[in-house]
């Protein structure tokens, strides 16, 4: 069910950058610093908007590399720990596979802790 939300949403906004594209087909200069380029507004609208998120990505990807690493330097010193502790593992109640073991959800766990 995932999937399908996901491919109706690429064909809507798909459907939206048609239709944008149909309405602003008038050529504009684009002015480089060595000169202008006449070009097709639509094309002028996309390449800023493919340029941002790239941008985007490029300064995102290291926050996410740091996690990431962090992440699995954390999960390695817990398996340490269970090793030298394995009275201790059935309390802690770890899954490092990346799934919780517990059925309950993390905010029902905060509430009743309350």
Do not use: C
Not at 10 to 39: H, K, M, Y
Not at 47 to 58: C, D, K, P, Y
């Amino acid at each position: 069910m995932k999937k399908q939300w996901r491919i109706l949403l690429v064909l809507i906004f798909t459907l939206i950058i048609v239709l944008f594209s149909i309405a602003n087909v008038e050529t504009v200069g684009f002015s480089f610093l060595f000169g202008v380029v006449r070009l097709p507004l639509i094309l002028v609208i996309i390449g800023s908007l493919l340029i941002g998120a790239v941008l985007i990505g490029l300064f995102t990807y290291s926050t996410i590399y740091k996690q990431r690493h962090r992440i699995g330097k954390l999960e390695r010193e817990l398996r340490r720990i269970i090793d030298l502790h394995p009275e201790d593992s059935e309390r802690l109640k770890v899954d490092l596979s990346g799934e919780e073991t517990s059925s309950e959800s993390r905010t029902a766990r905060r509430r009743s802790q309350k």
